[in-house]
């Protein structure tokens, strides 16, 4: 499916492909009355935005479009579309994917899945560009759940170094090598009441990995203490509730029990594989022959997928919680 | 929701308390024809049954009834309908949760959402109990996925130890301090044909996770590689594919691109806390009065929540490939 | 799918056959903190009750089990369910019916779709007995949606009679004739406050439909006016607006513009086919042979099931109005 | 919900107002391999235009964009984004709606229900021009339903005429007098194997219920014999099956039994109110000051909204069937 929903009246559904017309994201729920300009994007999607060392030098068109649901600068309770159109594609650079699918990408499957009939180029439907629909669903869900929620997400690895200061020489590096590096995303959310998230199968962790794991190369995804639980007792790892709001003196539930938010900061921590797409030599298959070949991946590629798969995460967390149905 | 579907026929209901009359899951979109008998539950039911060193002592009454949705030893293809009556239960181990929350419990955080309505025995609705139906669901789901489907399933690690002749002393100890301790388990299933997920909201990683995570005491959740990925460069952790088939050198990717299988292994590892409820003594706080007060956790615990979690992660896999629609 | 939700909170999952174990319904979104007892259902499955002249004399067993979702008299914010235990099921009464399907019945659509694995006892899932389901979920909807909103429910025709003191003689003349008769159930509900609906497809009008089709033997669905609005000019049927609050000077619009409630008396009127099931002689034919054979059904029927279908039509309203998220 | 699906892989989302940038709508579900180009939506938009007598003779832009799910000429098992831009708006026509809403409008409950936020521009989100995305659907919805099924539809009544040689008449009647007049279509659906549609909430008559309810001005919808099946006896209105085919002599049922098709002719009739907006004087009251006055409506309106309304009952029964699973 291409409609994510929770249950509640919010839900998105997205479309479109890194080298078709425009790409899109329908946002369905969205209550009337809030007000909205197209400059409330400018700010996340600058975030997102490639430029940066280690994020790919494709100027992209990434001028946010309100084509419904919007009147007099403010929501009008109707379905909200927001395109963006595509330019500045080279179609050139990906002939020939679906004969030669590229290591650790989509290109084999979905050629097999849709019976070569999908659009390869720049991955079609799978390219990374659409995550810019999920920044512009962000930045609706974040004027739902309003200013009291407050995020602050960063990146807390690059390849083995965990040092912020020395993020710019890891990618460096790896560009000089014509290679990428692998990077984790930490958001910690905080403002949210207790209450949000249903037991079992709408439960905020649920939700919440749910929409993380759509985002293109993430293979992690945890919260609170997250795979260190495994480590330890329980004694150690229990949250101490301190006072009657329910503040916990640790935070290693992430801000969830039971799938419910618990009014501490929820946690979550997000990794992301490094680029597939890297101009070093790697080997590959030709589907019709079995023959091998050593060669390049030719194009633009982002060194480091998670620098700006930052604000996509952030992104992904405020849908989630309007999705739950928090509103300011 | 207590409705979990991947958008496909397949989707599954549960209901019921740890302390109620019955618990149950209603399976709807189950092929007609499928030979089904309350005895194809006993393997896996057995496997998530109390017992070993570890799980709680408590005898529960896990025989399934199958009271829908079969006739003549077959499927119908109308909605399965099974249920597990409660018993040997004590209700009295639970009372005065809702003035003094268990630490890192559902507790609090039920209290508040349900104003004070939920049921607190046994933690009610939130009770692990409820994974007897994941498990009872599970067992239909092989049977639409068919026997070409392997699930090598194992707990990789106990506490911080991955030796496996190891665990049950680790367990041992832990009980001997009245405490509990963490458990990963590693799932790996073979046979998916190349196609099975969709790209972004019902990416395999996407379902599967959106599950797992429903699973009471699991903070965390990966693929293949797992957060392994951040550390590394792209041309270590591609997965260059050696034949027209499409098998991979390695499996970093877990057996999935762009959300889609791709016809090697899908591994997935999950991390599950050590188990909230333990009799060491804790600090608890009386909301009433903000008084706090230093106590144990009486009545009968699992000292290691992930023995009997394994089986869960193996069902809700089967689930998951039933939902994005693989059939045998 | 055996679930219904308008994509709110609140939704229902059904299961069961006519001659199973138990029949049964999950309702979802159940607000907590509503007092329900088992009492709170006699009033409106009485009313479904057999007994009455032109209902079947099978007694049936409909009392309502309450097995999850509620807690000292009140419900507690968990799924609640709902089983009704069959008994005095005469199976014999049904043989055969797979080879020679009845007249105007889903025998035969069930056995082609089903591969023939469909249970035929009594018409199986399709049975009306299922109906109790929705009867119960009806009440748990008119506690959420409140005693502000009233329920007028009347049968309005018998066969071509339209005056309610000759409906008796009506039936009682085709049970004479071991025969069956229509009618037509009109439903008007007040207290509705404007603002209920959703535009396109989630109109009140869909959703009513929606569930009122999926009541065995409803043919037709019409709001205000019905089918009269084609025979009408404009200026006839227009519903002039006569105060502020939007009271209407007519209701042909049965309370209801663009798919929203506009605060009058929403009006809903249902047309029920004659019982196919009929004691009368009529011709089958046998699927394996192709042979032909005049013969009666056999078993306990209702003469006119819009009798028995009236309080099923209120219960779909109110469980409509409850999915389009009014709260008391 | 401003999407529709019936729980299988297939469902659309539609977007826009009638003077905003665009309209549009999301269709997912399409497989891949399907050849289609921006002619195939010609001979259904051609049906729908405006021109005809009795329709509005505003030129509509009503040209198809494929902007997503398709290359090369075939689509790619992608959501599959139409999109029409507006354009001869006239949004002068409609200032005031806010405050002395058209009777039989929505213009009332959309500022109620949206806190005055919604666009009242020709309707806004409310149009009739959304019609537009629904008959562009029904397009992929044919291609996927394949060309064995055919759809027979037709006007079978304007006003109180039956006759359609005289339909020209009774509409220059009602537009003569600045007034409008209701219509009644009539669609039949045959080469729909047996099988389609599920027992309860996915009946084939709820699914198409659901949407046709969807379209503007419908009242009401029946199948089969409709309401007359309230007349009769079961001795009349059964529909015997005369072959091992399940061919049936009469077809009162309409081609469905227990909600699943039979594999005869499915058979649908929708009422379509007189179109609310005439140029007839009317009373009106200001919302603000309750004082009433009498004006008539400006703009261009259809005398008869069931002439265009007939391709789009069509339209939405391909999407009913493409919904429940029916592939060519």
């Known amino acids: 499916?291409?409609?994510f929903?929770?249950?509640?009246?919010?839900?998105?559904?997205?479309?479109?492909e890194s080298h078709g017309e425009m790409i899109g994201v329908v946002v369905d729920g969205v209550p009337a009355g809030i007000p909205l300009s197209e400059f409330d994007f400018e700010k996340d999607l600058?975030?997102?935005?490639?430029?940066?060392?280690?994020?790919?030098?494709?100027?992209e068109s990434d001028t946010p479009h309100l084509v419904s649901g919007i009147y007099n600068g403010h929501t009008t309770g109707a379905p909200l579309a927001i395109v963006f159109y595509n330019s500045n594609t080279r179609s050139g650079d990906y002939e020939g994917l679906q004969n030669t699918p590229r290591p650790s990408h989509a290109d084999r499957v979905a050629g097999v899945k849709f019976g070569g009939w999908n659009d390869p180029r720049g991955g079609g439907h799978f390219s990374g560009r659409l995550t810019l629909t999920l920044v512009a669903a962000g930045v609706i869900a974040k004027k739902i759940i309003g200013d009291n929620v407050k995020f602050n997400t960063r990146i807390s690895q690059i390849g083995t170094e965990t040092d912020s200061t020395k993020f710019d020489a890891v990618i460096a590096a790896a560009l000089a090598d014509g290679d990428s590096v692998g990077g984790r995303v930490e958001c910690s959310v905080s403002g949210v009441p207790t209450g949000i998230g249903e037991p079992f199968f709408d439960s905020l962790e649920s939700v919440a990995s749910h929409l993380l794991f759509s985002i293109p190369a993430v293979k992690g995804v945890s919260f609170g203490a997250g795979f260190d639980v495994v480590n330890r007792r329980g004694i150690e790892n229990n949250d101490l509730i301190i006072n009657t709001e329910g503040t916990t003196e640790t935070n290693n539930d992430g801000g969830i029990?039971?799938?419910?938010?618990?009014?501490?900061?929820i946690c979550v921590s997000v990794?992301?594989?490094?680029?597939?797409?890297i101009s070093k030599k790697q080997e590959f298959i030709h589907l019709d022959s079995g023959e091998r070949e050593?060669?390049?991946?030719?194009?633009?590629?982002?060194?480091c997928i998670a620098l700006r798969g930052a604000v996509v995460v952030e992104s992904v967390m405020a849908i989630t919680l309007a999705?739950?149905?928090?509103k300011a």
């Open 271 to 277: 990794a992301f594989k490094p680029t597939a797409s």
């Open 1 to 3: 499916m291409n409609r």
């Open 323 to 326: 999705s739950l149905g928090l």
């Open 257 to 265: 029990n039971g799938g419910i938010s618990n009014g501490n900061p």
């Open 46 to 59: 600058a975030r997102r935005r490639s430029g940066a060392a280690g994020t790919t030098p494709r100027t």
């Open 5 to 16: 929903s929770a249950g509640g009246s919010f839900g998105i559904t997205v479309f479109g």
């Open 294 to 303: 050593i060669k390049s991946i030719k194009g633009r590629h982002d060194a």
